[in-house]
């Protein structure tokens, strides 16, 4: 019987199982709240962008090419540019 197969009962009444569990779950849930403030963060750091004239949806499209390394950005680039031809649009 593997990890996944054993039934809530067992996991239950064996003491390290539980406690184990218990460690993930809370692990789980401080990274969430960190998570979330640090989303809050984001979301400050946008206003005040946007507040300072910036336009923000081409910084997120910035900030999503940055995450990307240069030959997938090119290739990516490529494409675009042939479907903007193939649509008269460029």
Request: charged share 35%; glycine share 6%.
């Amino acid at each position: 019987m593997n990890a996944h197969s054993i039934p809530d009962a067992d996991v239950a009444s064996s003491g390290v199982a539980a406690e184990e569990l218990k460690q993930f779950i809370e692990r789980i849930e401080r990274l969430e709240e960190e998570k979330a403030g640090l989303q809050g963060d984001i979301k400050d750091v946008m206003l005040e962008l946007k507040g300072r004239g910036f336009d923000v949806k081409a910084v997120r499209t910035i900030l999503r090419l940055r995450k990307k390394d240069h030959s997938e950005r090119q290739e990516e680039e490529a494409i675009l540019e042939l479907y903007m031809q193939a649509l008269g649009m460029a």
